[in-house]
């Protein structure tokens, strides 16, 4: 995540110093992609052909984002209730293995011992088991954000097709943009067309 913020802030610098050369070498770049800008009918009224989405808005607004965390919580709620329940299960079995020595229930203390090595066995798969879910989780995590990312990029190629914006830009929670006029915020335009370009059934 951080390699994507250096990148998006490194683009955003040679965006800058780009124009900073045209604005000093005659200024005709700047003026002309602000009149191409007039000209679209486009409420964007400054210079800059840039624009940025808020991405915490798109994904409480979106209606895949949506989906895939409602994907996500299940997956997450089925694997802590079946962890769950056979926890409780290795629980009685353990309660009722010291209840049988406390009254010296086993024949032999070899039986005592097989059952006391089957539910330590038992607790160890149990916590190996408790891992890989967790680690199987985190790649369905990873795998939802690529799927979601891409998603969102191929849907910023066909919003930008009339190429009005030379660079989008993406801000979480004000970290990568401190200051911007609302005019180069582009969040609500993104998330209607992405929420009419998407179907549940696909």
Do not use: C, W
Not at 112 to 131: C, G, H, S, T, V
Not at 149 to 163: S, W
């Amino acid at each position: 995540m951080k390699n994507v913020n250096y990148i998006i802030n490194g683009v955003l610098a040679v965006a800058v110093i780009i124009l900073f050369i045209l604005h000093f070498a005659g200024g005709n770049g700047v003026a002309e992609s602000g009149a191409r800008s007039g000209e679209s009918g486009e409420s964007l009224t400054g210079d800059l052909p840039i624009a940025y989405i808020n991405v915490d808005s798109l994904l409480l607004n979106y209606n895949y984002a949506k989906d895939l965390t409602e994907l996500q919580m299940k997956s997450h709620e089925n694997a802590r209730l079946n962890l769950t329940s056979k926890m409780r299960e290795l629980e009685k079995e353990a309660a009722e293995f010291q209840r049988k020595v406390d009254n010296n229930a086993f024949l032999t203390r070899d039986r005592a011992e097989q059952e006391y090595q089957r539910i330590q066995k038992k607790n160890q798969d149990l916590q190996e088991q408790e891992q890989r879910t967790a680690m199987e989780l985190e790649s369905e995590r990873l795998r939802m954000s690529e799927t979601l990312r891409d998603t969102l990029v191929a849907q910023l190629k066909i919003f930008n097709m009339d190429k009005r914006y030379k660079v989008i830009l993406s801000n979480t929670g004000g970290d990568n943009i401190l200051l911007a006029d609302d005019v180069y915020d582009i969040t609500a335009e993104v998330i209607e067309q992405m929420n009419k370009n998407y179907s549940p059934g696909k």
